[in-house]
């Protein structure tokens, strides 16, 4: 099967912050991507713009540099990345200066469809949607993609939205949620929503627990000044697992359509019940030295560079959703940086038939579990009971239906955009059913920041855990003590 690859129409994509670590690894290699596949139209132009002074030539050495070491090998084809360094630009300007401003103008054509990429730092959102206004570049059909962190809790969210709203309309503003590109993570809804087959299941009267995890291998090393101010729940629960939360929770919305369905998980996220201390459990990963003594990689301590530091490399906690559907049934949150494996899914695990008519079925008897994998290996799991083969009686096991989307699909399984080339397609498109609403990230952090301020009154220090383990063993006990285990992380 291979799929269609429909061009957008003409753009004209400002790419601000063209020169840091997030264009150099996602944004330029992942626009070449989407220009090998066919989807990038003629007409289109890519114009980078950042302080460091330097003319196109240079952006486009610059940007050659990023495709070659970003993109594999199958899709670097020399003509291709030639015709794709043709289409860049690149103008110096210093976001909260006014040279630049009207060269960048002269280049952005008014009558193209206009997108501005805010890959900076949150403090220059504000000076850029100005400027992009006061210079008469924004017209008001144009779009501004904003990265994450969007604030570090409601007060200042609040002031980013009334900052930009002061100079766009929310139909013109994409808050990006990476995670909200990948693949599986829209699969989510077309399991749900597009199959007879779980919804009727799908509620507390079916549902025994779910738990998602986000689990990492690598350390905060490199990030941790950022991270330190940051931690686990903030670079992460706030916003990606909190997402997955809601497409697992959420109402059927009336059509796939952006307000329809950002307004069913601005449902889910009201309705998150304030957590208790007793549910949330906080980790940071150790150093480890080899056996041998000579190997040593740093813990969480060290790469924070802060040997204070109480912020957390891991979070698990348990939630409720306080509504018809999901009242009684808990969902356990966990992520963690240096974990045994990189991996990352939501198992939905499904409650004991309410009477077995097998004798022997209470020995070998286990719930049926819907295990859907976001990352790698991406697909899904559903552990069902059969019978044992063999002559010897009535005895059940449990096997797995498996489906990696890679087999499933051939190669349009195994050739699976990158979340930030979709979504980037999504802005020039004028698709915002992916991007956050203002009203929902507000709800996002109204509901963390109890939660972190309560942890930072009581002065409680996260846990050490050792680096390539599961996590704090404290997190174990969260879902022993309610007669349940957390799935082995593995890849
Ligand atoms: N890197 C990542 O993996 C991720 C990043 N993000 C977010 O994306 C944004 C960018 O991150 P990242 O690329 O890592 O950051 P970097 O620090 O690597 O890059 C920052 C970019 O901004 C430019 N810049 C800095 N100051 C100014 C200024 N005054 N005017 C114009 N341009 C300026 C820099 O270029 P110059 O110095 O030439 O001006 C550089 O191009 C941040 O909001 C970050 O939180 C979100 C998720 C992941
Ligand atoms: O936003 C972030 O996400 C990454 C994890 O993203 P993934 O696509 O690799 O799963 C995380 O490492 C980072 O700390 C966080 O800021």
Excluded at 219 to 243: I, T
Excluded at 442 to 466: C, F, K, N, S, V
Aim: aromatic share 8%; with cysteine.
């Amino acid at each position: 099967m291979v799929s269609r690859v429909i061009p957008v129409d003409p753009f004209d994509l400002v790419v601000f912050g063209a020169t840091g670590d997030l264009a150099n690894r996602k944004i330029l290699p992942g626009l070449y991507r989407r220009f090998f596949s066919g989807q990038i139209p003629e007409g289109a132009r890519i114009i980078g713009a950042a302080r460091t002074e330097m003319d196109t030539a240079a952006f486009r050495a610059h940007a050659r540099a990023a495709i070659d070491e970003h993109v594999g090998a199958g899709k670097r084809n020399a003509a291709q990345i030639e015709a794709f360094l043709n289409i860049l630009e690149y103008v110096p300007i210093d976001a909260m200066g006014e040279g630049g401003w009207n060269e960048l103008k002269a280049l952005v054509r008014p009558q193209m469809i206009n997108a501005f990429y805010f890959s900076v730092a949150p403090a220059l959102f504000g000076p850029l949607a100005e400027r992009l206004h006061a210079f008469g570049i924004a017209t008001s059909q144009a779009r501004i993609v904003v990265e994450k962190p969007f604030g570090r809790d409601l007060a200042s969210a609040k002031v980013l939205n009334t900052t930009l709203a002061e100079h766009f309309d929310e139909t013109q503003i994409y808050r990006i949620d990476h995670y909200l590109g990948k693949e599986t993570v829209q699969n989510l809804m077309a399991v749900r929503f597009a199959n007879i087959l779980f919804e009727p299941l799908w509620n507390a009267q079916f549902v025994d627990h779910v738990q998602i995890t986000v689990a990492e291998t690598v350390g905060v090393g490199g990030r941790g000044s950022y991270y330190d101010k940051s931690g686990a729940m903030r670079d992460m629960v706030q916003n990606h697992l909190m997402q997955l939360l809601c497409l697992i929770a959420m109402e059927p919305p009336y059509h796939f359509d952006p307000d329809a369905v950002r307004d069913e998980k601005l449902k889910v996220i009201r309705a998150l019940q304030p957590v208790s201390a007793a549910d949330i459990v906080r980790g940071q990963y150790l150093a480890h030295r080899s056996d041998d003594g000579k190997g040593h990689q740093p813990g969480y301590l060290e790469d924070a560079e802060n040997p204070d530091s109480r912020t957390e490399s891991y979070i698990a906690l348990r939630v409720h959703v306080a509504n018809w559907r999901w009242k009684g049934t808990p969902f356990y949150l966990r992520t963690g940086k240096r974990l045994r494996a990189r991996t990352s899914e939501i198992a939905i695990t499904f409650k004991e038939p309410p009477h077995s008519i097998f004798d022997e079925a209470d020995e070998t008897w286990r719930e049926n579990v819907l295990v859907i994998r976001l990352q790698p290996n991406e697909g899904m799991n559903l552990k069902m009971m059969i019978k044992e083969p063999g002559p010897g009686g009535m005895r059940l096991v449990q096997v797995p239906l498996d489906m990696s989307f890679a087999e499933a699909l051939g190669e349009d399984g195994a050739d699976i955009p990158d979340a930030y080339e979709r979504l980037i397609m999504d802005v020039i498109r004028g698709n915002q059913t992916l991007f956050m609403r203002g009203d929902e990230v507000e709800a996002a952090w109204a509901w963390t920041d109890p939660i972190i301020e309560g942890w930072t009154a009581r002065g409680d220090r996260p846990q050490g855990y050792d680096a390539g383990s599961s996590g704090p063993e404290d997190a174990l006990m969260l879902m022993h003590r309610d007669g349940r285990r957390w799935r082995e992380i593995r890849e």
